[in-house]
């Protein structure tokens, strides 16, 4: 079974803190991404690595930077933590078949951080 | 511009008769779909899925429908549990030129009432 797991279930940050989530998976897979959940906005993409030291921008990157310098590991950064970051943030990953998702291999997902800043 | 969209927040259903859950997109280039659900406190887990050049898939008590000309896909829980409550997203993807990339919908949180 893919295990992917997030450093914290809940979090509860200052505004203009610097904060770090972190993603691990098992299963060696290539690809890893972050989303931010919001009500009424389903899912959202902020950033993706296909692979080690890759990084591509998602949907809406602003405000965060992210890190990949090992291949299981993938840390989404808040430089400088605001109100608008509060949010549930989700760690997926997905073993690049190299054509289109299948059963076995899709995005899986972490259990997600609950992300407060005051 | 929200390219996956699904118009029903939330719909109830009694246990044992059909759920419907419908998703709509804009992008032609969407060539792959998924069906994801997420229990509170838990991670999306994948449900299902459909090919472009399906129509149908079938998976027990889940079946997805795609009509690519209405760009549209739904989801079809026969028959409904009250273990099937949670949320579902639609998904959608352009291998070609989004690879791996997933675009979601807003969600539909499903209630099935015993």
């Known amino acids: 079974d893919v295990k992917v797991t997030q450093s914290s279930r809940y979090l509860v940050k200052r505004t203009g803190e610097k904060v770090f989530l972190e993603c691990v998976q098992d299963?060696?897979?290539?690809?890893m991404f972050w989303y931010r959940q919001d009500p009424g906005l389903g899912l959202r993409l902020i950033y993706f690595s296909y692979d080690v030291k890759m990084k591509e921008k998602g949907d809406i990157p602003e405000g965060y930077s992210v890190s990949r310098e090992k291949k299981e590991r993938f840390s989404l950064i808040l430089e400088s933590a605001s109100t608008n970051q509060t949010s549930m943030y989700l760690c997926a990953s997905r073993l690049w078949g190299g054509g289109r998702p299948t059963t076995t291999d899709t995005q899986y997902f972490g259990p997600g951080t609950r992300l407060t800043v005051l | 511009d929200q390219q996956v969209k699904q118009n029903s927040p939330s719909l109830s259903v009694q246990e044992g008769r059909i759920s419907i859950l419908n998703c709509d997109y804009t992008n032609s280039m969407f060539d792959y779909f998924l069906w994801y659900k997420k229990y509170p406190a838990e991670g999306p887990t994948f449900l299902i899925s459909i090919s472009s050049i399906k129509d149908k898939n079938e998976d027990g008590r889940f079946t997805v429908f795609l009509n690519k000309s209405a760009k549209h896909l739904s989801l079809h829980i026969v028959p409904s549990q009250p273990g099937d409550s949670a949320v579902y997203f639609c998904a959608a993807s352009d291998v070609e030129t989004s690879g791996s990339r997933l675009t979601f919908g807003e969600g539909t949180q499903l209630t099935v009432n015993p």
């Open positions: 299963m060696d897979h290539e690809n």
